[in-house]
């Protein structure tokens, strides 16, 4: 049964740092790229970064978290990270992680490439 677990939010100060965790288990966790999503009240799930399969070469960030987020994964863990420094009160949201099961090399930032999801983690930032 594929499961992933996402951890690690809370509530922090603006400019402060997260770090969130995305536990999985049920599936060989390198096989696939994994996402990054979260959903701020009233507004539709956006993605945020991904990161490809394997050993991870590829990654993509919305413009927004450019080089304030970093993605990671550690197979040997079967845990995919999500890094986040210089916080923001917009960064306020449910956060979520997800696997895309349909590419090979890169890893989508379209919501509908992923078809598992884990429960989200709230992050809310404080100002």
């Known amino acids: 049964d594929v499961q992933l677990q996402a951890s690690g939010g809370g509530l922090v100060q603006a400019g402060g740092s997260l770090r969130l965790s995305c536990a999985a288990s049920?599936?060989?966790?390198?096989?696939?790229?994994i996402g990054w999503f979260r959903r701020a009240p009233g507004k539709e799930r956006e993605a945020v970064t991904c990161?490809?399969?394997?050993?991870?070469?590829?990654?993509h960030y919305a413009d927004s978290v450019q080089g304030r987020f970093t993605i990671s994964r550690d197979n040997a863990k079967n845990t995919a990270y999500l890094q986040m420094d210089r916080l923001k009160p917009e960064d306020t949201a449910v956060y979520y992680c997800?696997?895309?099961?349909?590419?090979?090399?890169?890893?989508?930032?379209?919501?509908?490439?992923?078809?598992?999801w884990g429960q989200g983690t709230q992050v809310t930032v404080s100002s």
């Open positions: 997800a696997i895309d099961r349909t590419v090979f090399y890169h890893c989508s930032m379209d919501r509908e490439s992923y078809d598992k």
């Open positions: 049920g599936f060989t966790f390198d096989d696939y790229a």
């Open positions: 990161i490809s399969r394997g050993g991870g070469s590829t990654t």
